[in-house]
């Protein structure tokens, strides 16, 4: 299929190769990435994750300095247990009150108020463990259209 305007043509090249690199390969896990793609996939634990940890770091939920001291022990902890989980920080998880917050997916769980104290309890008991800490759990939606709100 070829358009006639060049710019529909750069448009309908671009989709098809960003397609072609989110698709991947087909023979295996192996991803069709370019080289800076590629080690920037690896470097975030990608292919092994088996969660991936939000950290909502205010400012209208918390203090950006409480944010950011949780975030510098997750990042640490995570590095020091080598557990299989990708981490990422967010501005704003629209919650706005109650932070810094904690999702963790594929489980679905939000915790609030988080400290240090309280990740480190959440690391070993839920993401080593296996089992989040139900006092804890503000929410819970495995994105599977069953969440649910603790009282």
Same mark, same amino acid.
């Given at each position: ?107 679905? @769980? ?22 989040? @800490? ?18």
């Amino acid at each position: 299929m070829v358009e006639r305007e060049s710019g529909a043509i750069v448009y309908w090249a671009a989709w098809r190769s960003t397609s072609r690199l989110l698709a991947g390969a087909r023979d295996g896990c192996e991803l069709a990435v370019n080289v800076p793609v590629k080690a920037g996939l690896k470097k975030a634990g990608v292919l092994q994750a088996r969660r991936h940890l939000f950290l909502c770091l205010g400012p209208d939920c918390c203090a950006p300095a409480a944010g950011e001291a949780v975030w510098d022990i997750i990042k640490r902890r995570v590095r020091e247990t080598g557990i299989p989980v990708m981490r990422t920080k967010a501005a704003c998880l629209r919650v706005c009150s109650g932070g810094p917050w904690l999702v963790v997916y594929p489980d679905g @769980i939000w915790y609030g108020e988080l400290t240090v104290e309280r990740f480190e309890r959440i690391l070993q008991e839920h993401l080593i463990g296996g089992q989040p @800490i139900a006092e804890w759990v503000a929410a819970r939606n495995a994105l599977d259209g069953c969440g649910t709100i603790t009282e």
